[in-house]
């Protein structure tokens, strides 16, 4: 069978927490969850034709995927996305059936699991997985080419059956990574890929784990089994990306070092093999270690990216994080010391934040710990988190909103945040004053101009911070 795998086209993306001006020039980085599936059908397949499909990083409007979906002519799309995406997903969903109305539409990717019956709500789609779909899609592939119509033993799917949506009981966690093939990157132009503060110009992202144990109360991935790949198995990979001329990593678990003798490992291997490739992680502030820092360094991470959230700790309580500010403090310093760029994360119109001074707190201890670069949002409480249901129990959040959008999507779509203390109006303008405050220091932007490697890089980042501090 033909299948193409589709990230559809990003014309209609709706922005949350994170401003679009920030969101727009962050970079592209490969569908990792469509290049898993890829590889786990042509590792255990011989005659299925898959082709991937990825509109951001061609720069596909619908008029080019049009083109692509009719030279090709696929039996099954299978298409990924974020709810921010759900537009476009549903408009390549009917672009596909107005091509071949007895093609088969399979949704999967973070949408699909977050809201997998809502999902099915749509005529376009056919099948819906949610969780971890490699092998869940692929039976599913093996079953629609056998004509079996039998579609109640494959885990995590929902389907219709005589008018009515069942939903199958959820997929099994693949609890050994290292069985799962690489995702073959071969199968993508790996020069199209970039991420706009790094130091190289090709890309990619990387997944060396999946799960986080961890119980954020703005999390709606909390307590998920965390499960790692094996040193060995991941510096393997890693060389077949340098061997590709990938020049920078970036890995993008839930949290990196969680397993910290893990990440020792993973340092001490790339260092005996010798390997010169840039990556980068996201990482959990209290897990950090002078000794891990130094090692990663020596290793070849050149950055390092953190969820700090707020300035306070009363905040990092009201939040769970599980940190207090003297250990943002004492990490940032030993980042100082090192030649690693630093990432940090902050959210505003937090539930502990009940004035313009709460909120100017974070802003000035982002200023204080002064990471290379900061990403500020406004808190934008979603479904399945802590803060969601405990805005719905006290009625500051009315949970038809999201159920709403989800199944009748409209670009003009605005998710609710946290307006106990502050508008919405008032907490985009202190958001804007965040950006301003943190980038617009003349030091700063002079530090950040003389580590400019490439005209390449200059002008990725002249246009990204243009749009931010404007």
């Known amino acids: 069978m033909k299948i193409a795998l589709i990230n559809p086209p990003e014309e209609n993306r709706v922005f949350t927490e994170v401003p679009s001006k920030v969101n727009l020039k962050s970079g592209i980085l490969p569908p990792l969850g469509l290049l898993y599936i890829e590889s786990y059908i042509h590792k255990h397949t011989s005659h299925h034709i898959v082709r991937i499909i990825d509109c951001p990083a061609e720069e596909y409007g619908y008029d080019a995927l049009e083109k692509e979906l009719r030279e090709f002519a696929p039996d099954i799309i299978g298409i990924t996305g974020h709810t921010h995406n759900l537009i476009d997903m549903l408009k390549t969903s009917q672009l596909y059936k107005n091509i071949n109305p007895d093609g088969i539409v399979v ?100 997944v060396s784990a999946r799960g986080c144990p961890y119980h954020c109360t703005f999390c709606c991935t909390p307590g998920k089994t965390f499960r790692s790949r094996s040193a060995g198995d991941v510096v393997d990979e890693m060389e077949e990306c340098h061997a590709l001329g990938i020049k920078e990593l970036y890995f993008v678990d839930d949290t990196f070092n969680v397993d910290q003798p893990r990440v020792i490992e993973i340092c001490n291997e790339i260092i005996r093999r010798g390997i010169n490739i840039s990556w980068n992680f996201r990482g959990r502030i209290n897990l950090i270690t002078k000794e891990q820092l130094e090692l990663a360094e020596k290793a070849g991470c050149t950055r390092i990216q953190l969820g700090i959230e707020t300035g306070t700790d009363e905040g990092m309580k009201r939040l769970k994080k599980g940190l207090k500010v003297e250990d943002v403090r004492r990490v940032f310093k030993w980042l100082k010391k090192s030649k690693m760029t630093s990432v940090a994360y902050f959210m505003i119109g937090c539930p502990h934040e009940k004035n313009r001074e709460d909120v100017l707190k974070t802003i000035e201890f982002a200023k204080e710990i002064d990471p290379d670069y900061v990403l500020f949002g406004v808190l934008t409480p979603y479904p399945d988190t802590a803060v969601y249901e405990e805005g719905v129990e006290r009625g500051l959040i009315d949970p038809c909103v999201w159920e709403n959008f989800v199944t009748n999507p409209s670009p003009d779509f605005h998710p609710q945040v946290w307006t106990e203390f502050m508008t919405r109006e008032q907490l985009e303008e202190l958001l804007d004053l965040a950006y301003k405050k943190f980038y617009r220091r003349p030091g700063y932007m002079f530090k950040r101009l003389l580590e400019i490697k490439s005209g390449q890089e200059l002008w990725r980042k002249i246009k990204a911070g243009l749009n931010i501090i404007r």
């Open 107 to 206: 949704w999967g990717g973070s949408h699909a699991s977050a809201f997998s019956r809502q999902s099915m709500t749509f005529p376009e789609t056919d099948f819906v997985i949610y969780g971890e779909g490699e092998v869940s899609f692929k039976r599913l592939v093996d079953n629609i080419e056998k004509k079996d119509g039998d579609f109640s033993g494959i885990k995590g799917l929902l389907f219709r059956k005589n008018g009515e949506v069942v939903r199958n009981e959820p997929s099994d966690y693949v609890m050994n990574l290292d069985e799962l093939p690489h995702p073959r990157r071969t199968v993508l132009n790996v020069k199209k890929y970039y991420y706009t503060i790094g130091k190289e110009t090709v890309a990619s992202g990387f």
